[in-house]
Each structure stands twice: as C-alpha cells, then as structure tokens.
C-alpha cells in the first residue's frame, strides 16, 4: 500500500518576485492622486525656493571685443623662403603670445587707473576671457561684470591698452611688424548673462515634479495606505 506523502507548507518560504508588490506608473499616479496636497505643497516649496535662488543670484554682464592681427614686412624684403618662414613664424609667435599679454600688469593697471577700478590686477585678469582662435589672426576677448555699462567699458579699455602695448614691445628690427586693429568694439550688454530666468524656472518645475513625487510616496508609506 503506497503511503501518502505530506508536504508541510514552510510559513517562511519567500513570495515569489511576480506576486511582490510593483511600483507602476498607474500605482505612482494613485499614489500622487491619494496624497495630492502633499505634493502641491511640496511642488511649491521646490519652486518657489529656487526663484529665490535666482532672484538672489548676482547678475552678470559679458561684453566682447575683437582684435585683427596684420603682419607687415620688415624695411628689408624677404626674398628667400628662409626669410618669408621666419617671418611667418615670428608672426605666429607674436599672435600667441597676446592672449598671455592682454592678463598681465603691463596692460591692466593703466585701464585701472584710467577707470578708477577698486580691483587688483589678478581680479581683473580673473574677470577676463582672451582667446586666438586656431589658425586666425583674430583675438578675442571678453569681460564680465556686474554692471553692463561698466562690463563694455572695461573691455573697450584692456583692448585699447593691449593694441598700444603690442605696439610699444614690438621690437625695431623684427623680422616682421605685427600690427592690432580693433575691428569690434564692445556695446553695452542689455540682458546678463547669469542668471537664466528660463533655465532656473525649468529647473524649477523638475526639481518640484520629482520632490512631490517623492513626498506623496513617503506619505503613503507613513499613512500605510
């Protein structure tokens, strides 16, 4: 006679995977229904705080000029490729070599002397942004401030003071004559650059959706609804 065999159901047997409770988007849109006031509230808190911070935030100004390099030939005239190298290459050289120039106390003190500038040298190279774009002769350079009209005047002057220290340094018996002419002048900015209203905001309204969210969650584990 076959004996029956009793399996005894084990109470600590784990709950399969697929019986286990999910997290789906109609669960989470339940969730967020259920406890709706929370996540306004929150919502309005998130965003509110970062107009706040944006509000707060210091705004800043970026006024831009550029500078053309010309090279000339020496008094003397190059007539072998040797020569027409070495001039090219101490042209090239000498372009490089403005955006290093346009940072130091040579260039920078008389604009703060002629502004009146309450900084010192090193903050106000800080404040500056000069670049030789490869393979051009174009030198661009910009500055920021807190003040538009004061961001325009600012770079309207290093740029004068870099042009005519160039001219002083350049030496009489180069193998070429680098010449700067300002072919853009900074105008006054009218609309910072920092802060972005449009970007705070949509930062915002993320931050607040996924806040929310997550405060609507907490809720309804606490509320073991």
């Not at 509000?55 to 000339?72: D, W």
């Amino acid at each position: 006679m076959a004996k029956k065999t009793n399996k005894a159901v084990d109470s600590n047997t784990p709950v399969p995977a697929e019986h286990a409770k999910r997290i789906t988007l109609s669960n989470l849109a339940h969730i967020v229904r259920t406890h709706w006031i929370t996540a306004l509230v929150t919502f309005i808190c998130v965003l509110g705080v970062t107009c706040v911070l944006a509000v707060q935030t210091p705004q800043t100004y970026l006024a831009t000029t550029r500078i053309i390099a010309s090279c000339n030939d020496s008094d003397e005239i190059a007539e072998t490729s040797d020569e027409q190298d070495e001039e090219i290459s101490y042209c090239v050289k000498q372009i490089n070599s403005y955006p290093v120039l346009a940072k130091t106390q040579t260039v920078l003190q008389p604009v703060i002397d002629e502004l009146g500038l309450p900084v010192s040298v090193s903050q106000l190279a800080d404040r500056l942004k000069v670049s030789n774009p490869e393979n051009t002769m174009i030198i661009n350079l910009t500055y920021t401030d807190s003040n538009a009209k004061s961001a325009a005047q600012v770079a309207n002057a290093v740029t004068e003071s870099l042009k005519n220290t160039a001219a002083d340094l350049e030496p009489k018996h180069a193998a070429a004559e680098v010449r700067l002419s300002v072919i853009q002048r900074a105008d006054t900015p009218d609309k910072p650059l920092a802060p972005s209203w449009r970007m705070n905001v949509a930062l915002g309204v993320f931050a607040g959706i996924l806040a929310s969210i997550l405060a609507a969650m907490f809720k309804d584990k606490l509320s073991g609804v």
